[in-house]
């Protein structure tokens, strides 16, 4: 995990010579770890070629579970010492404040929703929306395909599906799946969330705020943005995975079930888009960094979480935990509700301090 982490470490460090923006970086960085990802997940359903294409192919051909090779991990320091190279000697011989992709000129008029905070965010996050639908499209068509084909896989790997998933069975491989799913929507309302302190450090809220609008208005518009786009990914990757998982089966009924399934995580991702408003609010200019380390740290205990044997009140804690398995388990509204209103109180108490303290730019 740590040697993928630094080849995308080396991406983002190349991506941002290239493009102008942070967010042109952003996007441009995620595309080319979104395409890596897609090309192992090919490369693992077919002859497994496609899989040493893609650095991420590079750090799971360790297999620390298992054969526990560490050769790989040289790749991985080494294409990342190249990436990293390639930037130091883009960055010496670019323009200072410039890419070495030109930002082409806008139009001369800008439409009347631009002059709102919602049209505006809509129009900056537009690449990002897109490239994140995309991706979540890819993993649920290539999650849909495959569960099928892997039934006669379970009685194989009942123990690490029970483990993940706390179950066995194709109900069990399904609620791992739309854990997954929920996971890379996470990065999208993340990312979306973190573009409140990126518009205050670069000083594009203070243009903003000089009329009447207030600042709650801002942040909440904005916010908008996380939160329906959270349930609009949620409910298109859910029904195109078990669209692609019913086609095989002949249960058309798959597509709203395992849709409910992913709107299950709803809350739970709107725990973290709390938090990070309430570092927002609070330490804007560490909510950035941080924020993803909370990320990062979840991530990884949702995905490693039974080998280390973490206490199972310290697990039940944390939101993806506390969300009933779907659609492996009988749906539970009550940490549902929690959830929400702890997301509330979080969004809350984050714009209510972005108010009454002052701008913070970088």
């Known amino acids: 995990m740590t040697g993928v982490g630094l080849v995308g470490l080396g991406v983002g ?3 941002g010579q290239v493009a102008s923006t942070s967010r042109g970086a ?3 960085g995620s595309a080319v770890l979104g395409v890596l990802y897609v090309l192992r997940m090919i490369g693992d359903l077919g002859d497994g070629t496609l899989t040493w294409v893609s650095p991420i192919g590079w750090g799971q051909q360790m297999q620390p579970w298992g054969a526990d090779r560490w050769w790989p991990l040289g790749l991985l320091l080494a294409l990342t ?4 190279a390639a930037a130091v000697r883009l960055e010496a011989r670019r323009d200072l404040g410039s890419g070495l992709l030109p930002d082409r000129p806008g139009p001369a008029d800008a439409p009347a929703r631009y002059g709102r905070p919602l049209g505006l965010a809509l129009r900056l996050q537009r690449g990002p929306i897109i490239g994140w639908a995309i991706t979540v499209l890819l993993a649920a068509l290539l999650f849909g ?3 099928d084909s892997m039934t006669d896989l379970l009685d194989d790997t009942a123990a690490p599906i029970a483990a993940l998933a706390g179950g066995t069975g194709v109900d069990a491989l399904l609620s791992l799946l739309v854990v997954m799913i929920a996971l890379i929507t996470t990065v999208f309302a ?7 302190r990126a518009d205050e450090a670069s000083g594009t809220v203070e243009p903003q705020l000089a009329g009447a609008l207030s600042r709650t208005r801002w942040a909440l518009e904005r916010l908008l943005i996380p939160a329906a786009g959270t349930a ?3 409910a298109v ?3 195109t995975m078990g669209a692609g998982y019913g086609s095989s089966t002949g249960d058309t009924g798959q597509t709203l079930r395992l849709a409910g399934a992913a709107l299950a995580y709803w809350p739970a991702v709107m725990v973290l888009v709390g938090v990070a ?3 927002f609010g609070w330490v804007p200019r560490l909510a950035v960094p941080l924020t993803w380390g909370v990320l990062a740290g979840l991530w990884f205990v949702v995905m490693i979480g039974d080998a280390l044997h973490l206490p199972a009140w310290l697990l039940d804690l944390l939101p993806f935990s506390a969300t009933p398995a779907q659609p492996l388990e009988p749906l539970r509204w009550a940490p549902l509700v929690v959830m929400t209103l702890v997301a509330a109180g979080l969004i809350g108490a984050g714009v209510a301090r972005f108010r009454a303290r002052d701008v913070q730019p970088a």
Do not use: K, R
């Not at 010492?81 to 990293?84: I, N, T, V």
């Not at 993340?190 to 409140?196: G, H, W």
């Open 277 to 279: 408003v309430a570092l």
């Open 190 to 196: 993340l990312q979306s969330a973190v573009s409140l």
């Open 232 to 234: 609009v990914l949620l």
């Open 13 to 15: 460090a190349l991506a």
């Open 81 to 84: 010492g190249l990436l990293l």
């Open 237 to 239: 990757g859910g029904a």
């Open 26 to 28: 952003n996007a441009l």
């Open 145 to 147: 395909s495959v569960v």
